[in-house]
């Protein structure tokens, strides 16, 4: 027996065994034991067969990121057990499904799941179940407390879900009962995945309809905002296409209702005349880009950086957009809220730039006491003449919306103050300026939030941003590696005056890029240069044992 500060749970098989509902659960029982958790599901593009596992990491300390090395693995089938041996901690335990594996080292467990899952239906489906029981076993829950728990994370079919898990629960007592005791903790309550708290961030700063066609991975934002609809009294659509969903979006947006889209690459690239057409007419839209490897279709189940560059060059001709990317759930839910506001503000669209790692990990957040100060627009007021694009000082029109007796026109063309079609130089040389003034103005306005987040103290920087800061400040942690990690949470417009003190300095660039696209913006716009740049471009997210390391070697050169 040995106590566990940290501790990694991995579980295997295929597409159909329930192993990401067991992640999730194997997650649930960290959270209630107090510990902070991280779960991270790898799967493929197949809803039946191929390779999946999920992996969760606790501790009763903040953990920000998985860890591929697991103190227990069980592995649900063959390719599993082939793929995951190597992947054991120093002391761990491998438990395997020995009815599909017929040779194992000799210090793994194999047990017969298959067998033991024979006369219940759906049997395959159990295995995820067998799972969680060997789980129970391995930290020392009794046998009625196993048969509780089964019970409530179980509860379709639930009888025989208890009496299955018992069987493999008295199974595995007798090779690994009580092998890992877990210090308990006094982590906060809520797990979160990225997409659900964009969603919550995004009601809080005052969503009223969600548009989007389905896009791993940010699908689950429609999903869940749909199974949330009627409680937060909002509208949920799902059109026929991404081009539909940003056209309506911005139709709903121009009769006042506050909108957001969600997408991935290539549903973005859809939408992307939508987006011109929201910066000449002014239109708030919050539009959430979730990446994925690309080009094209590319590996749509996976996670990567490749975006960065598409989203700060969305749409054509010249006007503000707003795009920042959030390092942890909590922060993706604070983000959602003030990119709401700000696209009202500022009456353009803002982009909410995460990943897949982000976007489907499932992870302790704290959420805040109060909600984020949502920046309100201004609004047209007495019976002065209304013109939708009045020329103010700011750059900003005040707003007005139907019912009323004005002439209120929003429009795809240049046009006058009025929204009235022009081909005038003079007033197309005006609106242009207008437009211009008006980024001067977010830009100022970007001046009194916080649009950089710095962790850590070192002389020697890592810069990061997005998911892969959870990635770096956990590597930071597990390598006890002293640095300062700087994080834009802003990338356009990009914070140069919160970077001033690192121009001219080297620094080390960690980013989930082939091309180094974060270390390119760096040097462009802040006079930032690297002196390394860690890269990993595979679809999968950095593993903070191997990130230490490699972060360890780029520092020691020079």
């Known amino acids: ?264 690459g290539g549903g973005m690239a859809l939408m992307e005349e939508g987006m011109s057409l929201a910066g000449m007419s002014e239109t708030p839209v919050l539009c959430v880009l979730s990446s994925r490897p690309g080009p094209s279709t590319g590996v749509p189940t996976y996670t990567a950086q490749g975006d960065l560059s598409f989203a700060l060059n969305q749409g054509h001709g010249e006007f503000p957009r707003i795009v920042a990317s959030p390092g942890t759930a909590a922060e993706a839910f604070e983000l959602a809220a003030e990119l709401m506001g700000l696209a009202w503000a500022f009456q353009t669209p803002a982009i909410l730039l995460t990943e897949k790692h982000l976007s489907e990990s499932r992870m302790t957040t704290p959420l805040p006491e109060a909600l984020p100060d949502v920046p309100q627009p201004v609004m047209h007021r007495g019976r002065k003449a209304y013109r939708r694009y009045e020329n103010t000082d700011s750059g900003v029109s005040p707003l007005k919306f139907a019912p009323s007796a004005a002439l209120i026109k929003w429009t795809s063309y240049e046009h006058d103050e009025s929204g009235i079609t022009t081909e005038d130089a003079g007033t197309i040389a005006r609106m242009q300026e207008k437009r211009l003034q008006k980024r001067r103005s977010l830009i100022e306005s970007l001046h009194g939030i916080r649009t950089v987040n710095r962790f850590g103290s070192g002389k020697k920087v890592i810069v990061t941003y997005g998911s892969t800061t959870m990635s770096v400040r956990e590597a930071v942690s597990f390598g006890g590696l002293e640095v300062q990690v700087v994080q834009p949470v802003y990338l356009e417009p990009f914070p140069e005056w919160e970077l001033q003190d690192l121009a001219g300095t080297e620094v080390v660039v960690v980013e989930q890029s082939c091309a180094g696209q974060l270390a390119a913006l760096l040097e462009r716009r802040a006079g930032v240069r690297t002196r390394g740049v860690v890269t990993q471009y595979d679809g999968r997210p950095f593993d903070p044992e191997d990130l230490a390391a490699r972060l360890k070697e780029v520092l020691a050169d020079g």
């Open 1 to 264: 027996m040995s106590d566990r500060e940290r501790f990694t749970f991995l579980v295997a098989g295929e597409a159909g065994h329930g192993v990401r509902l067991a992640g999730t659960i194997a997650a649930d029982l960290a959270g209630e034991m107090g510990r902070y958790a991280f779960q991270m599901d790898d799967y493929q593009s197949l809803i039946r067969g191929g390779h999946n596992f999920s992996v969760v990491t606790s501790s009763p300390q903040p953990v920000l990121s998985q860890y591929i090395h697991a103190d227990l693995v069980v592995a649900l089938d063959k390719r599993s057990h082939v793929v995951h041996q190597n992947h054991l901690s120093m002391d761990g335990t491998l438990v395997y499904n020995s009815d599909a594996v017929s040779e194992a080292p000799g210090s793994a467990i194999g047990l017969p799941l298959s067998t033991l899952a024979k006369g219940y239906t759906r049997a395959a489906l159990r295995l995820g179940v067998a799972s969680v029981a060997v789980l129970l076993a391995a930290v020392g829950f009794s046998r009625e407390e196993a048969a509780g728990f089964i019970r409530r994370k179980y509860p379709r079919d639930v009888e025989n879900n208890v009496t299955y898990g018992l069987s493999v629960y008295d199974a595995a007592s007798e090779r690994v009962m009580g092998r890992y005791t877990l210090a308990k903790g006094q982590a906060p309550a809520t797990m979160l995945t990225g997409n659900e708290a964009i969603s919550l961030g995004a009601y809080a700063g005052g969503l009223d309809m969600f548009f989007a066609y389905p896009m791993t991975p940010s699908s689950s934002i429609l999903h869940y905002l749909a199974s949330k609809a009627d409680d937060f009294g909002i509208a949920v659509m799902h059109p026929e296409s991404e081009i539909a969903v940003m056209n309506m979006a911005i139709g709903a947006a121009s009769v006042g209702a506050r909108v957001a889209v969600g997408s991935s």
